[in-house]
T-cell receptor, first 114, second 114 residues
């Protein structure tokens, strides 16, 4: 079956611009996660959705970052007034939310802020 | 604060050798431990997940163990092949007030030399 998909695969933008990153989870997965990975580092948690609601947004670095999941499936990560330090790979994962809660990751979106 | 450490940061071995990758974590309230593989420029592929009630999991040439009392997990790769070259990441998951997230180590970059 289809895995987690993310679009675009690459995004280049200028400092100060607004960007949206999209994640399509595995069908039927109720839990969705966003992580950010800088070069040479492990991914860092940003936000977790259970259904439509954000159950934990403690990893969002500041109020320029926002994410939604209006229908409990597709999610969009939104970054306002982008800064060069936002450049990273943004990873999305989904899980069934049941006992094993194994997370499956998408290929990521590489964001470059010039 | 949850912390996950992976040692060594990089490892290079000749083809055919058996090897062990190490992962240590600080949070004893672990829910599960997940091992991933990441190829350059790609997303994360889940290799093995060990629930807190388990001590090990096996998949083909891979075996992962979990020792909660010492805060350690190991990934054993038997009869290594050049195709095993990748970065291996371990991640700890705890559940606090219903919120679920993975905390990653920085990874071990593995090179298998033909």
């Amino acid at each position: 079956g289809a895995g987690v998909s993310q679009t675009p695969s690459n995004k280049v933008t200028e400092k100060g611009k607004y960007v949206e990153l999209r994640c399509d989870p595995i069908s039927g997965h109720t839990a969705l996660y966003w992580y950010r990975q800088s070069l040479g580092q492990g991914p860092e948690f940003l936000i977790y959705f259970q259904g439509t609601g954000a159950a934990d947004d403690s990893g969002l670095p500041n109020d320029r970052f926002f994410a939604v999941r209006p229908e409990g499936s597709v999610s969009t990560l939104k970054i306002q007034r982008t800064e060069r330090g936002d450049s990273a790979v943004y990873l999305c994962a989904s899980s069934s939310g049941y006992s094993r809660n194994e997370q499956f990751f998408g290929p990521g979106t590489r964001l470059t802020v010039l | 604060k949850q912390e996950v450490t992976q040692i060594p940061a990089a490892l290079s071995v000749p083809e055919g050798e058996n090897l062990v990758l190490n992962c240590s974590f600080t949070d004893s309230a672990i829910y599960n431990l997940q091992w991933f593989r990441q190829d350059p420029g790609k997303g994360l592929t889940s290799l093995l997940l060990i629930q807190s009630s388990q001590r090990e999991q096996t998949s083909g040439r891979l075996n992962a163990s979990l020792d909660k009392s010492s805060g350690r997990s190991t990934l054993y790769i038997a009869a290594s092949q050049p195709g095993d070259s990748a970065t291996y990441l371990c991640a700890e998951q705890t559940i606090i007030q219903g919120a679920q997230k993975l905390v990653f180590g920085q990874g071990t970059r593995l090179t298998i030399n033909p």
